[in-house]
C-alpha cells in the first residue's frame, strides 16, 4: 500500500479545516431546527418538530416565501423569454449594434447590485411608477437577464448555423425552424439557466429593498427581524431553503453538464 506524504495529509486537513470553517454554520440552523439549544448545549435526548410547526402558523413568514416564490418565478419566466430572443438576435443577426446591446445586458449584472436598485428606484419615481412586487420583478429580470442569456448564447454558438441552413433549405419557415430544431436544443440550457436565476433572484436583497413597496419578499422580512432576534422557527426556514436550494443546484448541474461530458465519464 502506498503511504501518503506528509505534505499530502497536511494539505487534507487544511481542506479539512477550511471546509467546517466555511461550511460548518451551516449545520446549527439544522441541528437547531430539530434539538433544543440552551445555552450552547444541545439537548440531543429532546428531538422534536416544534420550530416547524411553529414556521406553519407563521403568516408573515409565509407570506413573505409566497411573494418571494412570485417574483422568482415571474423574474425567471420573462428573464428565458428576454433572453432566448435576445440571445438568437445576437447569433443570427448581423446587425451592427448587437454588441452594444449586450453590453446593455450584462451592465446590470456586472455593477454593484445597489446601483442598479438606485437606477430603477430613480426609473420608477420619474415615470411615476408604484413601487410593487411588479417593480421587484423589473428589477429582478433585469438582474437574472444576463446570466440567461450568456448561457444560451453559449448553447447556440456550441450549435452552429449548419443544423438551422438545413432546416431552411428543407422549405421549414422561421417559426418551425425555431420550434422543431433550436427549441429542443436549448432545453437544458435553458432548464439549467432558469435554476440558476431563481436561485439569484431567491436570494437578492439589495435591489429589492430599494424597490419594492408594502409587500415585503422573504430576504427583506429576515432583513427586518435581525433587529429583534430571530424565533425559533426561522431554524426550520432555514433548513427547509437549504436541502430546496441542494435539490435546485444538483438539477442545474445535471442540465448544465454536457452530455459528451457524463458519457465520456462513464
Known amino acids: 500500500m502506498k503511504r501518503l506524504s506528509s505534505g ?35 439537548d440531543w435526548g429532546n428531538a422534536n418538530l416544534d420550530s416547524y410547526q411553529l414556521l406553519i402558523s407563521n403568516d408573515g413568514i409565509l407570506t413573505a416565501v409566497q411573494n418571494t416564490l ?72 433585469v438582474f437574472v437577464l444576463a446570466l440567461i442569456y450568456r448561457t444560451i448564447l453559449v448553447r447556440l454558438q456550441a450549435l452552429g448555423m449548419n443544423m438551422v441552413e438545413a432546416s431552411y433549405d428543407l422549405g421549414a419557415s422561421g417559426w418551425q425552424t425555431f420550434r422543431l430544431i433550436i427549441l429542443p436544443n436549448l432545453k437544458s440550457a435553458m432548464t439549467g439557466a432558469a435554476i440558476l436565476a431563481f436561485a439569484l433572484s431567491f436570494d437578492e436583497t439589495m435591489i429589492t429593498i430599494l424597490v419594492t413597496g408594502t409587500d415585503n419578499t422573504l430576504p427583506i422580512r429576515l432583513w427586518a427581524m435581525m433587529r429583534l432576534g430571530f424565533t425559533p422557527d426561522i431554524n426550520a426556514l ?29
Request: aromatic share 14%.
Open 238 to 266: 432555514v433548513t427547509v431553503i437549504l436541502g430546496f436550494t441542494t435539490i435546485l443546484v444538483l438539477v442545474a448541474a445535471r442540465h448544465l453538464i454536457p452530455k459528451e461530458f457524463t458519457s465520456r465519464e462513464a
Open 70 to 141: 412570485v417574483v422568482g418565478v415571474s423574474a425567471v419566466v420573462l428573464g428565458l423569454i428576454l433572453g432566448c430572443f435576445l440571445a438568437m438576435f445576437y447569433q443570427f443577426s448581423q446587425s451592427r449594434g448587437r454588441g452594444f446591446v449586450q453590453f446593455i445586458i450584462f451592465l446590470p449584472f456586472l455593477m454593484p447590485p445597489i446601483i442598479t436598485g438606485l437606477a430603477l428606484l430613480i426609473f420608477f419615481r420619474e415615470i411615476d411608477f408604484e413601487r410593487s412586487l411588479v417593480t421587484v420583478i423589473i428589477g429582478h429580470t
Open 8 to 42: 499530502t495529509i497536511g494539505l487534507g486537513l487544511l481542506t479539512a479545516f477550511v471546509f467546517v470553517i466555511l461550511y460548518g454554520p451551516i449545520f446549527v440552523p439544522i441541528i437547531s431546527s430539530f434539538f433544543t439549544v440552551k445555552y450552547g448545549q444541545v
